[in-house]
């Protein structure tokens, strides 16, 4: 495919003095103006490729004397015009703006392929509703829409406090990847994201905190039980949209094969919107779920 030059993204083309434009203004990207070049840059809309260019330049813009391929070229080395192709096509429908992203950053668009495709679950209790609707907005505008597979690549299980560990049985024994999601009191854990046999489980977790928690295995019994009482969570607005965003990073990590920060790990967002904090979490020796990573 040839190159399709489009002006840098949201980036506007502006004058800045006689013998100069200028594109965009942070801080902006000067370079030297020549006859026919403005003309030239207004014809340049990403769907146009340098040979449709060239061809209309030729009698339109007859002032412009440098061959249209050579002014692109040129301005795309120093970033004024970027190659819209990479932004498009029919595996990369509905991803322009992460294209765009990413191509900007000096990512590889190609890495977004995944999106349309990947089949994702949530599991979630009635006090994780606000959270899951948070994070469904985000993803789906980050081009991952399928979030009610029936045979997901990932499955998503959100509770409000601690979840019965039933809840985690069944995509353990299927080898299906999960994320566990709590909120807990004032903030949100997110992890460890599991892949059986591969990662720490979450009965990893509950064998390190066994360790030093001797009455663990008999809170856990009780968890997620009608009996249990428990007030509302104290998670601000702010904390909330903040965990979904974090969530769906990891979610979009997991489905574009990116580093993901809760393997291994929890992480914990609040109480305020803008804490973090990350807990590691190794294989317990006595978890049979590693006896798959060593066969
Ligand atoms: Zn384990």
Do not use: K, N, Y
């Amino acid at each position: 495919m040839t190159f399709r030059p489009v002006l840098r993204p949201g980036a506007p083309l502006l004058r800045r003095d006689a013998t100069h434009l200028q594109v965009g203004t942070s801080p902006g990207i000067v370079f030297a103006d020549r006859p026919g070049l403005v003309q030239l840059l207004h014809l340049i809309d990403g769907a146009r490729d340098v040979d449709r260019l060239s061809a209309i330049a030729r009698t339109a813009i007859p002032e412009l004397t440098a061959p249209v391929v050579e002014v692109v070229t040129e301005l795309r080395s120093i970033g004024v015009v970027l190659d819209a192709t990479r932004w498009s096509g029919p595996q990369r429908r509905g991803l322009d703006a992460e294209a765009r992203h990413l191509d900007m950053v000096g990512g590889d668009p190609d890495r977004l392929v995944r999106r349309p495709g990947f089949g994702l679950a949530f599991h979630g209790d009635p006090g994780s509703r606000a959270l899951i609707e948070v994070t469904r907005s985000i993803l789906a505008a980050s081009g991952v829409t399928r979030h009610d597979s029936p045979d997901p690549d990932l499955l998503v299980i959100v509770s409000c406090g601690e979840p019965a560990r039933a809840v985690f049985e069944s995509p353990a024994h299927l080898g299906l990847a999960h994320l566990p999601v709590v909120i807990d009191e004032d903030r949100v854990r997110i992890g460890p994201l599991v892949r059986p046999g591969r990662t720490p489980c979450v009965s990893c977790h509950d064998r390190h905190r066994t360790d030093w928690d001797r009455a663990w295995p008999a809170l856990l019994h009780q968890l997620g039980r009608h009996t249990a009482i428990m007030t509302p969570p104290g998670l601000s607005a702010l904390t909330s949209h903040a965990a979904g965003v974090e969530l769906a990073a990891e979610v979009l990590a997991q489905v574009d094969g990116g580093p993901a920060r809760t393997i291994g790990r929890c992480l914990v967002v609040g109480p305020r919107h803008d804490e973090r904090t990350t807990r590691p979490l190794a294989f317990h020796h006595s978890c049979g779920c590693d006896l798959l990573r060593a066969a």
